[in-house]
T-cell receptor, first 114, second 109 residues
């Protein structure tokens, strides 16, 4: 069983389009995250949800909107895609937000904007 | 945010121990030291974490300096599958994890 799953695995799209990436975790965790890994391989936190509530919202363009329909899902919707949005997006989850919590990452969604 | 410093890259021979260092001189008393690794084309994977005492698990050992300003991840017998980027991260309560550049470990057969 996959603990944290993401769909799609690959996403190729044109500039200006709107797309969504879905994330699901079957670990019963309360907290979920979205990270972006750019071409230089730096991983940056984008959003964090705890019990369906947004707790971390880094400086991310408002074209990016996370949505958590329930604790097991955190989807990422991106409007008006730009070339610079090309990256690998990772979803993760943890039991909670304490310092000792382990995060479990999904396999990533490779987004290419043409 | 407390930050960490790691060497950009390290090499090891297969079946030999590997010691991956991390400096975190500005660590606060409540920061946990986490290690994750990222294998090629995969998401980050938890390795180990600790607060003050040394820690062991099936993957690795974590040695934490007495003043907590540095730590070392120890892979007791490196295998080719251990080739990855290893990240040393500090995390406090209610704070997110900030990934640095990590150390790229190459394992030679």
């Amino acid at each position: 069983d996959t603990a944290v799953s993401q769909t799609p695995k690959y996403l190729v799209t044109q500039m200006g389009n709107d797309k969504s990436i879905k994330c699901e975790q079957n670990l019963g965790h309360d907290t979920m995250y979205w990270y972006k890994q750019d071409s230089k391989k730096f991983l940056k936190i984008m959003f964090s949800y705890n019990n369906k509530e947004l707790i971390i919202n880094e400086t991310v363009p408002n074209r990016f909107s996370p949505k958590s329909p329930d604790k097991a899902h955190l989807n990422l919707h991106i409007n008006s895609l730009e070339l610079g949005d090309s990256a690998v997006y990772f979803c993760a989850s943890s039991q909670g937000i304490r310092g000792e919590e382990t995060q479990y990452f999904g396999p990533g969604t490779r987004l290419l904007v043409l | 945010d407390a930050k960490t410093t790691q060497p950009n890259s390290m090499e090891s021979n297969e079946e030999e121990p590997v010691h991956l260092p991390c400096n975190h001189s500005t660590i606060s008393g409540t920061d946990y030291i986490h290690w994750y690794r990222q294998l090629p084309s995969q998401g980050p994977e938890y390795v180990i974490h600790g607060l003050t005492s040394n820690v062991n698990n099936r993957m690795a050992s974590l040695a934490i300096a007495e003043d907590r300003k540095s730590s070392t991840l120890i892979l007791h017998r490196a295998t080719l599958r251990d080739a990855a980027v290893y990240y040393c991260i500090l995390r406090d309560h209610n704070n997110d994890m900030r990934f640095g550049a990590g150390t790229r470990l190459t394992v030679k057969p």
